[in-house]
């Protein structure tokens, strides 16, 4: 099989150590070759983006030319986003409703760092020395290796690619060995904007041999890793070989807290948005449904009635609103869990058993936890369609149970009382709180998490600054001589 996917180190494009299958999740065939990077490719695209730090061709660029670079980067995604949505929902399955919408947003991402480039200041410094003056200026960390999920991958890449090119830094960006089609055909759009060679490197493979060697390269001066917290933290624990910074953006076990004054129509579709948009593959997915009690029954009654009416079907037809997950071991997964939790005494209310189809199809599925709120579909993140129902009683029950969870990434409060959206907004432990909304982003602001849902934030001005080092300069203004340091006065 002849495959249009390769490579992209130091400005050329290659086919790689060797090659591997792509599996189209709503088939279950091969659909494309992929190129597998190994050691020696992920030492040349480090030393690519090495050399490319101290090339005039990129160092020399004012900050407003960078900027230029990252507008034309944007205008190109935005055209070629059609096809970049083609090649993400051939690769992950994600409907292309979906890929379509999201990759023309990401293009707002690039634009927004491309204006944040030469907004870049240092600071004058009063210092406390009548003869001296001192200064900060801002630059570059260094190489940063960006590693990316198969999950929206684009916009995961964007949050970190934009700021850093940003910042004036180079780039060595793993995209995930389960759906990197996207990235390796972004890297051309790389190409054709004009970057300098060595500043961008588009690489794929497998962990031990890619992601491990390029975690742990001397080089690396900062590791974004977007993923699961058992691989974060295998690569913290390879950052002490170069001791390069690391931020995480990881999963999560979202709560979404309806309470009984909310409107409940919109919290039902924003529910649905929450879990089983993107079938549940997304770290914010509202996974943990807490609901008053009071108005439990009738809330669960209307979120059942409108999940029935969701429409399954292949991923690339625009009338599909749900399609099939990334892999079959996310589906064995899914499986193994649900049926814990209905032996620990969970009720299942809709879906709960794979769909017989061709692909991994899992349907949307709704289990009512409510007698046992500690069941593994409660505890566990699934990366997948499955809601948890838990009723609570009192606010004070609401966050307790809205915190009871190692992780800390979103949640979603609904709610027509100000005062409590307030109480719930600094009570509740996560990097992103939605108040009668769910999913909503923007280039302008951060997202991030707490505990096993990482540290540090993507997205946001803010953002540039962690690609970036402080450099603090003296200037002595006196004319007189320096005084001999070992004369005493």
Known sequence: MTSPFQLYINGQFEDGAAQFDSINPATGQVWAKMPEARTNEVNRAVAAASKALQNEAWAGLTAS????????????????????????????????RETSSQIAYVA????????????????????????????TIREPVGVIAAIVPWNSQLFLSAVKVGPALAAGCSIVLKASEEGPAPLLAFARLVH??????????????????????????????????????????????????????????????????????????????????????????????????????????????RLVERVQTIKIGLPDDHATEFGP????????????????????????????????????????TILDCSDVPQADCVMTELFGPVLSVVRFTTEFDAIQKANNTPYGLAAGVFTNNFSRAQRMTKAVRS???????????????????????????????????????????????????????????
């Open 65 to 96: 030319q960078r900027g230029k670079l990252l507008y034309k980067l944007a205008d190109l995604i935005e055209k070629a986003a059609p096809q970049l949505a083609q090649y993400e929902t051939n690769d992950t399955g994600k409907i292309i």
């Open 108 to 135: 707002e991402y690039y634009r927004y760092y491309a204006g944040i480039a030469d907004k870049l200041e240092g600071s004058y410094l009063p210092i406390d020395k009548p003869d001296m003056q001192a200064w």
């Open 192 to 301: 054709e904007a004009g970057f300098p060679a060595g500043v961008v490197n588009v690489i794929t493979g497998f962990g031990p041999e890619c992601g491990a060697v390029l975690s742990s390269h001397p080089d690396v001066a900062h590791v974004a890793f977007t993923g699961g917290p058992e691989t974060a933290k295998h690569i913290v624990r390879n950052s002490a070989e170069n001791l390069a910074k690391v931020s995480l953006e990881l999963g999560g076990k979202s709560p979404f807290i309806v309470f009984a004054d909310a409107d409940l129509q919109s919290a039902v579709n924003a529910q649905v948005a929450a879990i089983f948009a993107a079938t549940g593959q997304s770290c914010v997915a509202g996974s943990r449904l807490l609901v008053e009690s009071t108005i439990k029954d009738e809330f669960v009654q």
């Open 325 to 364: 997950l990334c892999t079959l071991r996310q589906r064995q997964k899914i499986e193994q869990v649900v049926a814990s939790s209905l032996q620990q005494g969970a009720q299942l209310l809709i879906g709960g058993k794979s769909l017989e189809r061709e692909g991994y199809y899992y349907p949307p």
């Open 431 to 489: 990097g992103i709180v939605w108040l009668n909304t769910y999913r909503a982003v923007s280039p302008l602001a951060p997202f991030g998490g707490h505990g096993l849902s990482g540290h540090g934030r993507e997205g946001g001005a803010d953002a540039v600054l962690d690609y970036t080092t402080t450099k603090t300069v003296w200037l002595r203004t006196s004319d007189e001589p320096i005084a001999d340091p070992f004369v005493m006065r």
